[in-house]
């Protein structure tokens, strides 16, 4: 089967080898697992994350959201049949999604929205997990709940931002408060429903004080989190909460302290990672995703199509995101002939 696969990590992207085409032998599904023909896959930072780490691989696939087409089923598969459309964003302890054939836990795996075409699913699944996680999970914000709170969403216009704007203001009372430093992501954040924009590279409390909320309640901080940290910490009300996803390389929490403020990261792979007894909540939480995009509640984050699944496509996808420049998701879609 066509796969897309690096060898060695720390290549800069515009290296031929940083990313590559090849040929791996068809995987065999173990019990739980589905066999996915893999036919649009979206692009994430865990993904220039793991290519950029240190030393020599086997032949090594990335990759991490998938939409396909079912194929075969493992033994003691009961949520799927052969010829289902699924969309899923993968285990990162297994061989990712860029490849034909893709096996997949059917825990970790959901039915592709009907009214979406394939690129549209495949900009949903990671992303969604990590916002629906974050949002109810870590933070532990209650469905149609939080009126008269107010939520900041540091890094707003990205793949998880995207959608946690969405699910925040569809499926919560919250005030949503997202930050943007460009013109045209501070239109996108605007257009996915935040009550207000802010520039991240401005100082953050002025901002909040200029628009009336010289404290917060939460606050989701998806990106350059130390950068922010002091910032954060002064515009937490009392008693508030913190929740991020990116990987400072140090954090002191001491001064979380004098405002008991609780800090919560999240990692939407860690379900898998650990085969937990409530792993299959990512499959009902891409169910409900699913449902509410047909339902027309929540909208697709697509941001930019690259074409074909291929090395070099994958490639300029990698720079994009490398350059910290992205809107929404940049999807790929179909391997050629």
């Known amino acids: 089967m066509k796969a897309i696969v690096f060898t060695e990590h720390g290549l800069p992207i515009d290296s031929a080898q940083a990313l590559f085409d090849s040929e791996l032998p068809r995987p065999t599904p173990g019990p739980r697992d589905l066999l996915v023909e893999v036919q649009a896959i979206s692009v994430n930072p865990v993904d220039t994350k793991i290519r950029a780490g240190a030393g020599k691989t086997a032949p090594r696939v990335l990759g991490w959201d998938a939409v396909g087409t079912v194929r075969e089923i493992g033994t003691e598969v009961t949520l799927f049949q052969p010829g289902d459309q699924v969309y899923y964003a993968g285990a990162i302890d297994r061989p990712g999604s860029n490849s034909q054939l893709h096996l997949v836990d059917e825990r970790i795996v959901g039915h592709k929205p009907r009214s979406l075409d394939n690129a549209s699913a495949a900009a949903l699944p990671l992303t969604s997990i990590t916002a629906w996680e974050l949002l109810f999970d870590r933070l532990g914000v209650v469905e149609n709940e939080g009126h008269g709170q107010s939520l900041l969403i540091i890094g707003a216009a990205g793949g998880v931002g995207s959608?946690?704007?969405?699910?925040?203001?569809?499926?919560?009372?919250?005030?949503?408060?997202?930050?943007?430093?460009?013109?045209?992501?501070?239109?996108?954040?605007?257009?996915?429903?935040?009550?207000?924009?802010?520039?991240?590279?401005?100082?953050?409390?002025?901002?909040?004080?200029?628009?009336?909320?010289?404290?917060?309640?939460?606050?989701?901080?998806?990106?350059?989190?130390?950068?922010?940290?002091?910032?954060?910490?002064?515009?937490?009300?009392?008693?508030?909460?913190?929740?991020?996803?990116?990987?400072?390389?140090?954090?002191?929490?001491?001064?979380?302290?004098?405002?008991?403020?609780?800090?919560?990261?999240?990692?939407?792979?860690?379900?898998?990672?650990?085969?937990?007894?409530?792993?299959?909540?990512?499959?009902?939480?891409?169910?409900?995703?699913?449902k509410l995009i047909d339902d027309g509640v929540l909208k697709t984050t697509l941001g930019e199509h690259f074409g074909t699944i291929n090395a070099a496509n994958l490639r300029r996808a990698h720079a994009l995101i490398e350059s910290g420049r992205a809107k929404g998701k940049i999807v790929l879609e179909g391997f050629g002939d």
Do not use: C
């Open 163 to 290: 959608i946690l704007l969405q699910l925040a203001r569809q499926l919560t009372g919250l005030t949503v408060i997202g930050t943007a430093s460009r013109p045209e992501t501070r239109q996108w954040v605007s257009e996915l429903g935040a009550h207000h924009v802010i520039d991240h590279s401005q100082p953050l409390v002025e901002q909040l004080n200029a628009i009336g909320y010289p404290e917060v309640d939460l606050v989701i901080s998806l990106t350059h989190t130390d950068s922010h940290f002091a910032q954060l910490i002064a515009a937490l009300r009392p008693q508030g909460k913190l929740a991020l996803i990116d990987d400072p390389a140090s954090l002191d929490v001491v001064p979380l302290k004098r405002k008991s403020l609780s800090l919560h990261w999240e990692l939407m792979f860690t379900r898998s990672l650990y085969q937990t007894s409530d792993m299959i909540k990512q499959h009902e939480l891409l169910e409900r995703v699913a």
